[in-house]
């Protein structure tokens, strides 16, 4: 089953701006993560926030959690032609066996 | 180099036939997972082990199964009674399997039916 989905399903804006992906879940969570895929390759792991943190920073990545409302965002500032990809969150219920649940991604283009 | 190798990179199916899928680690981690991915959706749990001779279905175990004789490598065969094995599989290890830890994946098998 899909614990999370992403919002929106493709997102496509200019270098140099900000790129905000939402992630909405639907039941209590231990942790959650956030994965980029290129086109035909593996997933590669970003960040990972439990559930009794708000914010993360890594880098140009700005990750939030709000448990109250189910939901999750991840924001990539001043985007480059790189970062064209596809992102994933990833949860992993409360009392669960420990395993991801993934949601659908979001195809990120960022144009040059 | 370390990391998982998944081979091959392309792999046809024939009808009813078997195929087995490659995945090798030498990061010497404990657990090692098996995921299917469809075009444009996220991905699915087929199987995981979190220790050598053993291992758990996941979401999507039917049609598929599995071996862990040893801690780097964990194949995947895709049995005949598999209906849509069309997809892109994925393999990915953690040190533990035990929760809050990264996945490392590999570079995936486009299998495809003929």
């Known amino acids: 089953s899909q614990q999370g989905e992403e919002d929106p399903q493709a997102l496509s804006i200019q270098e140099g701006e900000n790129a905000t992906m939402n992630c909405s879940y639907k039941?209590?969570?231990?942790?959650l993560q956030w994965y980029r895929q290129n086109s035909g390759r593996g997933l590669v792991h970003l960040i990972l926030i439990r559930s009794n943190e708000r914010e993360k920073h890594s880098g140009r990545l700005r990750v939030t959690l709000d448990t109250s409302k189910k939901s999750s965002s991840l924001l990539i500032t001043a985007s480059r032609a790189a970062d064209t990809a596809s992102y994933f969150c990833a949860t992993e219920a409360s009392g669960s066996a420990r395993q991801l649940t993934f949601g659908s991604g979001t195809q990120l283009t960022v144009l040059p | 180099d370390g990391g998982i190798t998944q081979s091959p990179k392309y792999l046809f199916r024939k009808e009813g036939q078997n195929v087995t899928l490659s995945c090798e680690q030498n990061?010497?981690?404990?657990?090692m997972y098996w995921y299917r991915q469809d075009p444009g959706q996220g991905l699915r749990l087929i199987y995981y082990?979190?220790?050598?001779?053993?291992?758990q279905k996941g979401d999507i175990a039917e049609g598929y199964s599995v071996s862990r004789e040893k801690k780097e490598s964990f194949p995947l065969t895709v049995t005949s009674a598999q209906k849509n094995p069309t997809a892109f599989y994925l393999c990915a290890s953690s040190w533990t399997g035990t929760g809050a830890e990264k996945l490392f994946f590999g570079s995936g098998t486009q299998l495809s039916v003929l």
């Open positions: 082990s979190q220790i050598v001779n053993d291992f």
């Open positions: 039941t209590s969570i231990n942790n």
């Open positions: 990061l010497n981690h404990d657990a």
